[in-house]
């Protein structure tokens, strides 16, 4: 899951980034409303936490413009404690969920989950794929109910290529995915993470597209 966080206090931006990255999560950390319409033009983002005193627009201006502008990244809102004209406000404005400072990171991680989840249209967030079990909440895979053991980059690129089934992605869009757009990446970065995945969960799962990109190969009926 890729996370934009925006938020201009250094103590609560820090502290979410470190600790979402803690629990296995890729993100990036802006300060204002301009960086975070930047980020967004830049790279994929699953979802965005939002804060709404920023200094160059109000966060509840900027959740406007984007659902005006036809942006639908599931936007979680961080609100002042019991600021209950805030939260209605927000959820107006078109957030998807809110959550009041000071919070506990295994919630918020959770509730960001369940955004993402609802936003890809899954029930329930366990994605099964043939003998192939993921657990993105837990950051669990299992091959035939054995469980193994991936890096926080392998998981991230399986995840993408398990929620776009079918699906071509390219290098570039699987880098999304994977790596926050401020850190600096090789450029076989991806290769790398699709060799080891292949050696972990076998040769099949992975196509190559030559020169254009992976997919999840089609289950045989
Ligand atoms: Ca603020």
Redesign the pocket.
Known sequence: MHVLIV???DLVGDGLKAGLEALGQTTDWVRTAATADTALELAHFDVVVL?L??PDQDGMALLERWRRQGREIPVLILTARDAVPDRVAGLEAGADDYLAKPFDLSELVARLHSLVRRASGRAINLIQYGPLRFDPAKLEVSLDDRPVSLSRRELAVLQALLQNPGRLLTPGQLQDHVYGWSEGVESNAVAVHVHNLRRKLGGDLIETVRGLGYRIRKLSP
């Open positions: 938020e201009d206090d804060d005193g920023l």
